[in-house]
C-alpha cells in the first residue's frame, strides 16, 4: 500500500525552536520588536491558540546558536542536505533543516540546532522551529516554549494535510507527533489545535483526529465515521499482533518487536478506499495514518 509505505517510511527516517535564542522573556521581546517591526506587509496578523507554540512575523532569521564546548557529539541528528532554496538559506545559518515543504510559491521549513541521540538511530530535538516562506521570502516564525526540564522540543516538523491551506506541525521525534495546525493562506498565519475532522477522497471519506489515542478508542471513534477494521491475518510469528488478534483487534497488520514498538492496522470503507493507521508503544498509542483513495 502505497500510502502505508509513505507513512511508514516518514516514521522511520525521521529516525526544533527558536526558543534556544529566546533565552529570557528581554530577549524574547527585543527579538519581537525588532523583527515585528520588519515584518513582511504580505502577513498582517500572526497568532497562535496553541499552548506552548509561539508565532511572530520576520523578514530574517538569526544564525543558529554557535556550539560549545560542552556540546555533546550526536550522530542520529544528522540530516539529508536541504533540496529547496529556502532550506538552503536556512542551512546556512547554522541550522539542520529537518523537511521542506512546498506548495505553489510557498514553502515551509522544519530546522533545528540542538538534539541528542536516542535509542533505535532516533534523534531528540531540543529547539525545534518552522519557517515559513512566500515567493523566498521569510513571512513568518514558529517556535515553542523554552524548555528547562530536560524534555524533548514540542516542535521541529511540518507535513500536508488535506485541509485548505493548511500544514500539521510534529515534533521531531519517535512517531513525529502531531501537535497542531497551521492555517496559512497569504495573509493569515494561524497556529491553531489539529482540526476535528480530515478529508480524504474528494470529501467522502472523512478521518477524524484519532492522534494520541491508543488503538481501541481510535477504532471506536473511526467507526463512528464509516471506517470498518479489516480482518488481517497476523504473521504467526509476531506475538503482538496474536496478542491483538485475542482481544478482538483483527486489524493489525503488524508490530515491531523492537525499538519503539511501531504497529500498523487497516481499515476499509465503500468504494474500496482504505485507511492505514500507525501506533507507537505498548499502550498503542496512534501517531500518524493515512487514507489509499482508488483512481477515479
Known amino acids: 500500500m502505497l500510502i502505508k509505505n509513505n507513512v511508514a517510511s516518514m516514521i522511520l527516517n525521521y529516525t526544533s525552536r527558536f526558543t534556544y535564542c529566546l533565552i529570557c522573556a528581554c530577549k524574547l521581546l527585543f527579538l519581537t520588536t525588532t523583527f515585528s517591526s520588519n515584518a513582511s506587509d504580505n502577513i498582517p496578523k500572526v497568532s497562535s491558540t496553541v499552548d506552548g507554540l509561539h508565532i511572530v512575523a520576520i523578514n530574517k532569521l538569526p544564525a543558529a546558536p554557535q556550539k560549545t564546548p560542552f556540546d555533546e557529539p550526536v550522530l542520529n541528528c544528522d540530516r539529508d542536505p536541504p533540496r529547496t532554496i529556502e532550506g ?12 521542506e515543504i512546498s506548495n505553489g510559491n510557498l514553502t515551509i521549513v522544519g530546522f533545528f ?7 533505535s538511530g532516533s534523534c531528540f530535538v531540543k529547539d525545534g522551529n518552522v519557517a515559513i516562506y512566500s515567493k523566498g521570502s521569510l513571512q513568518a516564525l514558529i517556535y515553542g516554549d523554552k524548555i528547562t526540564d530536560g ?3 514540542p516542535l521541529g516538523a511540518v507535513s500536508k494535510t488535506n485541509l485548505n491551506n493548511t500544514f500539521r506541525l510534529r515534533e521531531f521525534s519517535p512517531g513525529m507527533t502531531a501537535v497542531a495546525d497551521l ?11 489539529i482540526a476535528a475532522i480530515e478529508p480524504f477522497c474528494n470529501g467522502i471519506a472523512p478521518v477524524p483526529n484519532i492522534y494520541g489515542k491508543d488503538i481501541k478508542s481510535a477504532r471506536k471513534l473511526l ?4 471506517w ?15 496478542e491483538l488478534n485475542a482481544e478482538g483487534i483483527t486489524e493489525v497488520d503488524s508490530c515491531s518487536g ?4 511501531f504497529c500498523n492496522f487497516d481499515y476499509q470503507r465503500e468504494g474500496g478506499i482504505s485507511l492505514n493507521v500507525i501506533t507507537m508503544g505498548d499502550d498503542f498509542t496512534v501517531t500518524d495514518y493515512g487514507a489509499h483513495c482508488p483512481e477515479q
Open 113 to 119: 540546532s540542538k538534539g541528542e541521540d536516542g535509542t
Open 88 to 99: 538552503k538559506a536556512v542551512s546556512s545559518l547554522g541550522w539542520r533543516v529537518i523537511n
Open 228 to 242: 470498518k477494521p479489516e480482518n488481517v491475518e497476523a504473521d504467526p510469528g509476531d506475538f503482538i499482533a496474536k
Open 258 to 261: 523492537t525499538g519503539f514498538g
Open 151 to 153: 524534555s524533548n522540543s
Open 223 to 226: 467507526k463512528n465515521y464509516g
Open 183 to 193: 492555517f496559512y493562506d497569504g495573509n493569515v498565519a494561524r497556529v491553531q489545535p
